[in-house]
């Protein structure tokens, strides 16, 4: 169980702007177990995104090294990564603009079996969409309809029968809840949790909202400006979160109970500062309370503090 | 609670139907709501749960030709904005009540500056004269209040982040000191960090200016933070209103729906294998189910629940809709 499916080393990415270069990710490493849910949360902007497709090649990294299963995939062309794509799958945040209006659901469903060419026979590929939609809930009826007459959970779950397809092992889930409203939401969470559970993926799940990071991962990851500044066990973070952007995150989330009524948070104050060229230090220095001279000179460099968990701060233990 | 003359806002029995290629849309179906000065009211319910059209409704902004109130009264200081002309309307507008719509980035006019936008508000609904200078002047403290330095009010929309739009947003909104602050999921669009900043600056405007507000939302983790009293809305009705002790002590008995609301959310401080969801999906207004609307989905539903009129159990300030309600006492009695 304790086998390493994916291992980022120095993973970077950066983009050419008119005003420089923006790290969108900067300088991660970590690694997944397989069967194991890694969330990865942050603030619009903080690179989360961009780390998934980077992962998978959807988007070249600049630098580092991804291991798949104990191939470097880094640096891969389309043609090259054709394989391990059948391994490594992603489902889109917005079921909207991720489906071929023109396509029917079960063409959508298809489509990477098709790619893949994993049938000849087309009686079996049809078997296969049908026990697909079967295993995302989605009702027969729905085979030949097109995205624009489903709500967004039935179109979240098209795309979770496209990631599906090819029985991959790894699946990057970007923010593949956040479009839907609460109560569809829990419907699809329990979903990916079951599918999990029976057939043994590992997650690479991408999201903003706590709650539902902490409810399905295994371990956290939590970034900012494109640094990773705190990864440990799930419950761990939530116990003792020791990054003071941890902290602060944990503290502006609104508790649906009573007793918290006017509650001042003392927010984070300022906001994200631009990732374009950033300044030397800790790139959260500027909002951070706890700052001290070395912030705002020095990297802080990304340490096992304790066992099994990871944190990039001067100041950790003070 | 329903002593009229402190109210500022009263919707008695509101229908609204939308009509659109023949077919009849019933957004709102018979919903009372009472906002006293200086209160809260948390409205929440899910994507067409008829939210957004009561807010637009309590200002007469619904849209003309598919819009429709075939029911009820909408009493803004005692006087019914449904029977308004539009010349007093928009005195009402902006001076008596305003609304803080949901998305930023597209509710500012990218063409002109945010400190023009805040001022037009001002020279439309102002009481008093001003100079330009003395409006200048206004512009910049209103900015201030919503924590933007006066001196940005030369630049344009495109200038600011999602978290600044949407307090100039507030600005535009609270510039003549509204009796009434709708604000339509008025941190739905941000970050978290900046969704906590924005509630603690309204939560300190709200006090300065005293004005009652009706939030909309669909988060109940910023309702409990926020609001004085909470009414749960589902397929155009409300299904529980009570305050907020009403509404989120787990010991007081709740409308189904409630409950699946709760549900859904993964708790941060218990941990839990599985949520227990809402099966199924929002029913189609356009074809609402007969009885309860909620009944196709609900977990508890019996065959009364399919026909006729499903009454309101009452205690207290704490109302729910639901046949099963009949006594209401505490769930564990």
């Not at chain 1, 917005?94 to 209006?101: C, G, I, M, T």
């Not at chain 2, 909408?74 to 001076?95: A, F, P, Q, T, W």
């Not at chain 2, 000191?177 to 603690?200: G, M």
């Not at chain 2, 397929?235 to 009570?242: L, Q, R």
Request: a negative charge; one cysteine or more.
């Amino acid at each position: 169980m304790n086998k390493i499916i994916l291992e980022c080393k120095n993973l970077k990415k950066y983009f050419e702007t008119p005003y420089g270069l923006l790290h969108a990710v900067d300088d991660i490493s970590f690694t997944i177990n397989e069967g194991q849910t890694l969330g990865i949360v942050g603030e619009s902007g903080c690179g989360k995104s961009t780390l998934g497709r980077t992962i998978l090649q959807l988007l070249m990294p600049t630098s580092g090294e991804v291991i798949f299963e104990g191939d470097h995939v880094e640096g891969k062309n389309k043609k090259e990564m054709l394989p391990y794509r059948r391994e490594m799958q992603i489902i889109f945040q917005d079921p909207y603009s991720s489906l071929d209006p023109r396509m029917t659901v079960s063409q959508l469903i298809a489509q990477p079996l098709k790619i893949h060419k994993v049938y000849k026979d087309k009686n079996e590929m049809e078997a296969r969409v049908s026990e697909l939609m079967d295993t995302v809930g989605l009702a027969d009826r729905y085979v030949n309809m097109y995205p624009h007459e489903l709500d967004g959970g039935r179109r979240q779950r098209i795309g979770i029968a496209r990631a599906l397809a090819l029985n991959p092992k790894f699946i990057v889930c970007d923010e593949p809840v956040s479009s839907l409203d609460v109560s569809i939401q829990a419907q699809v969470l329990n979903l990916m949790m079951d599918l999990q559970d029976n057939l043994g993926f590992t997650y690479l799940f991408i999201t903003h909202n706590l709650s539902v990071v902490k409810h399905i991962s295994d371990y956290i990851g939590v970034m900012y400006l494109g640094k990773m500044v705190e990864k440990c066990p799930s419950d761990m973070l939530f116990e003792r979160p020791l990054h003071p952007y941890t902290q602060g995150l944990l503290k502006a989330i609104p508790v649906p109970s009573l007793g918290y009524k006017d509650k001042i948070t003392n927010a984070l104050k300022g906001e994200i500062s631009s990732p374009v060229n950033p300044k030397p230090g800790c790139r959260f220095a500027p909002r951070c309370p706890e700052a001290t001279e070395i912030c705002t000179s020095e990297d802080p460099k990304f340490m096992e503090v304790e066992s099994d968990h990871f944190v990039a701060c001067h100041n950790w233990d003070k | 609670m329903e002593k009229t003359s402190e109210n500022i806002l009263e919707i008695k029995n509101l229908h609204i139907e939308y009509h659109s290629d023949g077919e009849i849309v019933r957004a709102v179906n018979g919903i009372d709501l009472n906002i006293r000065k200086g209160e809260s009211l948390g409205l929440v319910g899910e994507t067409g749960a008829g939210k957004s059209t009561t807010a637009l409704a309590i200002l007469n902004m619904l849209p003309k030709y598919t819009a429709e109130i075939s029911q009820g009264e909408i009493l803004l200081k005692g006087e019914n904005v449904l029977k308004m002309k539009e010349k007093d309307l928009r005195k009402v507008r902006g001076s008596k009540a305003s609304i803080i719509f949901q998305d930023p980035m597209t509710s500012l006019n990218p063409v002109y500056k945010v400190g023009y936008q805040i001022e037009e508000v001002l020279r439309q609904h102002s009481t008093k004269k001003m100079s330009n200078e003395e409006y200048r002047d206004e512009v910049g403290r209103i900015l201030e209040m919503v924590g933007i330095p006066g001196s940005r009010q030369d630049e344009y929309p495109h200038q600011f982040s999602g978290g600044m739009k949407q307090r100039v947003m507030i600005a535009i909104a609270i510039a003549c000191r509204p009796e009434l602050l709708i604000a339509d999921e008025p941190t739905t669009a941000l970050d978290v960090t900046i969704q906590a900043q924005v509630l603690d600056m309204m939560r300190e405007l709200k006090k300065e200016i005293n004005s009652s507000v009706l939030l909309i939302t669909h988060d109940l983790g910023v309702v409990a933070s926020f609001c004085d009293s909470v009414a749960i809305m589902y397929a155009g009705e409300i299904v529980e209103y009570g305050t907020l002790e009403d509404i989120f002590d787990p010991e007081h008995k709740h409308h189904p729906y409630t409950d699946g609301l709760f549900g859904s959310i993964p708790n941060l401080i218990v941990k839990t294998d599985r949520l227990n969801p809402i099966n199924g999906l929002m029913p189609d207004p356009t074809d609402l189910p007969k009885g309860c609307k909620f009944h196709p989905r609900c977990p508890v539903s019996t065959e009364a629940c399919r026909n006729g009129d499903i009454p309101v159990a009452v205690d207290g300030t704490h109302k729910i809709k639901c046949i099963l309600m009949k006594n209401m006492r505490k769930r564990n009695e």
